[in-house]
């Protein structure tokens, strides 16, 4: 049983990236669909696809890298299930001098920090990308 699937997934990228994969298989949920998805667009992975095996899905991550080096520098979760972190629409916070993202959690749906000063809505911090 995992406690924290988001930081699972998180790891789970890092640690192929560190073993230079060229793909992971995660366990799918929505939220993590979600931030695929949102890795995918940034251009910090170069594709994915969703598989569903025996009613049990499964994200599957090419992972992307540029002149022998991975596209994702750092991911680091933020919020977590024993400190959650919250933010406004008016603090929403600049990754890397603008160089990264924050992907949070609003209303909305899962979305980036550029989307969020754009809708003007806050919400959970999920994790920084750079």
Do not use: Q
Request: proline content about 4%; overall charge positive.
């Amino acid at each position: 049983m995992c406690t924290d699937p988001i930081a699972d997934m998180l790891t789970k990228i890092r640690n192929a990236l560190t073993a230079r994969h060229k793909t992971v298989e995660i366990p799918s949920s929505r939220i993590k669909k979600e931030i695929t998805r949102i890795l995918f667009e940034e251009g910090y992975i170069a594709n994915y696809k969703f598989e569903n095996e025996n009613n049990r899905g499964k994200i599957v991550i090419t992972l992307k890298y540029v002149n022998g080096n991975s596209a994702i520098t750092v991911l680091k979760r933020i919020s977590k299930p024993s400190i959650r972190l919250y933010t406004s629409r008016k603090n929403i916070p600049v990754v890397n001098n603008g160089y990264g993202i924050a992907i949070l959690s609003t209303p909305m749906g899962v979305v980036t920090d550029a989307e969020c000063r754009k809708k003007k809505v806050g919400g959970e911090v999920i994790c920084y990308v750079w």
